[in-house]
């Protein structure tokens, strides 16, 4: 390879680089409206996924005017808000967290960072109980294969998934039976929201009876390609249709943020942050 061919080479990775590093800052609030006849009060909620550590300013207030700026009755939070890899990071979700759940009720579900905390207690000791005992204390509610209303009309569940639905290349299959043994019956008569923090479980989801799936992981597929969508998810497949977007089967719902932070793979091009906000309307 030519001096010249090596310079424009250079020249673009340099240039993708800023670009990542430039996009990594740039939050977008994503709105959907849902309408049901299960909804008696409309609402709105906010959706928060894998922060990974990451602050958005200062005390990350740039997120947090994002969120202030829809004003929500409810936030979600899908998992993987810290970091496990050799120690347990929390100092910026919890951080996040306090403040959030200073202005708005807070849900808070799983993901496999968090579960990687009871996964290796070798590892992390008592992690997990302690990162969970903070959230309590400020009034989070912890969704760890459990359930919690909220209104008249509205159910909220959190799955922990199982360490091999996180596995590379062929991630462990999910079914509606084993969803129901792990966090009981969907409710009928509310309107169900599950945080299952992988979407390739849609399917058994809606199965189960979940109106609304809210997830992540995937990171928007790191790099996002028109008409293709993502390239890459953590667990290695290639051009998921489910690395991000909208979803809809059987009159279900499902919605996967592009989440907030990054981390093994720490690229986002055309990719933004997303803060997902959700609508619900009574039909």
Not at 138 to 145: C, H, M, R, T
Not at 147 to 175: C, H, M, N, S
Not at 224 to 241: D, S
Not at 260 to 270: C, F, M, P, Q, V
Request: proline share 3%; hydrophobic share 35%.
């Amino acid at each position: 390879m030519g001096f010249a061919a090596v310079a424009i080479c250079a020249a673009v990775g340099a240039g993708l680089y800023l670009r990542s590093e430039y996009e990594k800052e740039q939050l977008n609030s994503e709105r959907t409206v849902l309408e049901s006849a299960k909804i008696k009060t409309d609402r709105t909620i906010v959706f928060l996924s894998d922060l990974h550590e990451h602050r958005f300013g200062d005390g990350n207030e740039r997120l947090l005017a994002a969120v202030d700026k829809v004003a929500p009755d409810l936030v979600l939070v899908g998992g993987d808000m810290i970091i496990s890899k050799g120690k347990a990071d929390t100092a910026a979700a919890l951080e996040l967290m306090e403040k959030l759940a200073g202005r708005y009720p807070v849900y808070c579900g799983n993901g496999n960072h968090e579960n990687r905390l009871l996964w290796e207690r070798k590892v992390y000791g008592e992690a997990y109980e302690a990162y969970v005992r903070s959230l309590k204390k400020l009034g989070i509610k912890i969704l760890d294969s459990r359930t919690e209303w909220y209104g008249e009309d509205i159910a909220v569940t959190g799955i922990d998934l199982e360490k091999g639905a996180y596995q590379k290349f062929r991630p462990d299959r999910l079914t509606e039976e084993e969803m129901e043994q792990k966090v009981g019956k969907a409710s009928k008569e509310r309107f169900q929201i599950l945080l299952c923090h992988s979407p390739l479980y849609f399917s058994s989801c809606r199965s189960w009876g979940a109106d609304l799936t809210l997830s992540g992981h995937f990171h928007g597929g790191t790099i996002r390609l028109p008409y293709l969508g993502g390239v890459m998810t953590p667990q290695y497949q290639f051009f998921l249709p489910y690395c991000a977007g909208e979803f809809q089967s059987d009159g279900k719902h499902m919605i996967v943020s592009r989440g907030l932070g990054t981390h093994s793979i720490n690229i986002r091009l055309n990719n933004k942050p997303q803060v997902v906000v959700v609508d619900l309307k009574r039909k």
